[in-house]
């Protein structure tokens, strides 16, 4: 369950059991993670568990098809398997959470940029071809190109199409001016959470934003290695 009643309802439960006891979660924090959040604010303990830990388990099952109860019980077996003491512990971070929340959203509105861009070419190729082949295949990068994109829309004779054009530009260079600012935002959040991230060659804000927001608490692995096998990146052999 991802909503707050859900989290209730688990608590609910919860409560007529054992005092001592642990929560393990399927991996899947977009769409768990709000009932991640509220179990371990509740004060339990939580350990997450890869998907790929439980095809054994959901293979055993006796049990045909796929349900939450057969769901749960594959997840259960899986942390029972590998050991409670030696999955990751869930945790709140508030600031890494924010920071993931707001890059997630400026990521989403660089994609409407880049969509809003692709449609204003269709229609300058059009209505007015020789300013669209003046535009790099970049795009719309830099407020120079896009105000003169602007004042050659302004000298065309008026149309519907001309008018959806000039709209599609204005939302464009809102885009822009967002971005700017959720960037700024984050530039803060991240000097203040971890600074050293931004200290390191080649990693600025959004990267910095990205390895936060999606490997928060990264203290909570025992080694260097152990965080590199979860992120995905230590190296195997390879002959």
């Given at each position: 369950p991802a909503s707050d009643a859900g989290t209730l309802d688990a608590l609910r439960f919860a409560g007529?059991?054992?005092?001592?006891r642990v929560?393990?979660?399927e991996d899947c924090r977009h769409v768990s993670?709000?009932?991640?959040?509220?179990?371990?604010?509740?004060?339990?303990?939580?350990?997450?568990v890869a998907p790929g830990l439980t095809e054994t388990s959901r293979r055993s099952v006796r049990e045909p098809g796929k349900s939450d109860p057969i769901d749960a019980t594959a997840i259960a077996r899986a942390a029972?398997?590998?050991?409670?003491d030696t999955l990751p512990v869930a945790f709140l971070d508030e600031q890494a959470h924010e920071i993931r929340v707001l890059n997630d959203y400026r990521d989403q509105l660089v994609n409407e940029r880049v969509r809003l861009a692709s449609r204003l070419r269709w229609h300058l190729v059009q209505i007015a071809p020789e300013l669209e082949a003046q535009v790099r295949p970049q795009g719309l990068i830099g407020p120079q190109i896009r105000a003169k994109v602007a004042r050659g829309l302004t000298r065309l004779p008026r149309s519907p199409q001309v008018r959806v054009a000039r709209a599609i530009l204005k939302r464009i260079n809102e885009i822009y001016r967002e971005e700017g600012e959720l960037h700024t935002e984050l530039t803060t959040l991240i000097k203040a959470h971890c600074p050293q991230l931004l200290a390191e060659h080649g990693c600025g804000t959004v990267t910095a934003a990205i390895i936060?927001?999606?490997?928060?608490?990264?203290?909570r692995f025992?080694?260097?290695?152990?965080?590199?096998?979860h992120a995905g990146t230590a190296p195997i052999p390879a002959s």
């Open positions: 007529e059991l054992d005092v001592e929560w393990a979660i993670g709000r009932l991640e959040r509220g179990l371990v604010a509740s004060g339990d303990r939580v350990i997450r029972l398997r590998e050991g409670i936060i927001g999606h490997t928060a608490g990264a203290k025992a080694t260097d290695a152990c965080f590199a096998r």
